[in-house]
């Protein structure tokens, strides 16, 4: 099993880097990017967004990555839910999946999709999101609870 690893490496780091193992594991560069964290969570059908929920970072890390205090906002603004909406349909996605932004100046970075429940779950549960129990309602063929609009 490879091992992944996150080098945070100058210009010139990054190129003597490459040179030394490009040859030997896989490399992926990224530009440094400034901001706060955004966890869209979301539970979809087909396509289709039926929960949304947001996490915000109060807190982020210096060298980013790794968990931080979070939040969840209250207000979902439009541009999230379309990112979250048109991912979710060019996917077709069925189930649960949390989308990773940057927010910077510049505007919003996607960082991964992760296809799996989050870490910070017992939050969006706390909130009063239900996406546990829409989960499993969608799993065993019983109607769920529609996602309120909260714009």
Request: charged share 20%; glycine share 8%; aromatic share 10%.
């Amino acid at each position: 099993m490879q091992k992944y690893d996150v080098q945070k490496l100058s210009h010139q780091e990054q190129q003597h880097y490459i040179a030394q193992h490009l040859h030997t594991i896989d490399v992926i560069c990224q530009k440094r990017l400034h901001g706060k964290g955004i966890g869209i969570n979301v539970l979809a059908s087909k396509g289709r967004v039926i929960s949304l929920n947001i996490n915000k970072r109060i807190h982020q890390p210096k060298n980013g990555g790794g968990s931080s205090y979070r939040r969840t906002a209250k207000k979902i603004p439009l541009s999230l839910l379309e990112i979250a909406t048109q991912i979710t349909s060019r996917l077709h996605w069925s189930g649960v999946m949390m989308i990773e932004l940057l927010e910077t100046q510049e505007g919003f970075y996607l960082i991964e999709i992760n296809p799996r429940f989050w870490g910070s779950l017992a939050l969006t549960e706390f909130s009063g999101a239900n996406f546990v129990r829409n989960f499993y309602r969608l799993q065993v063929g019983k109607n769920y609870y529609p996602a309120e609009e909260k714009r």
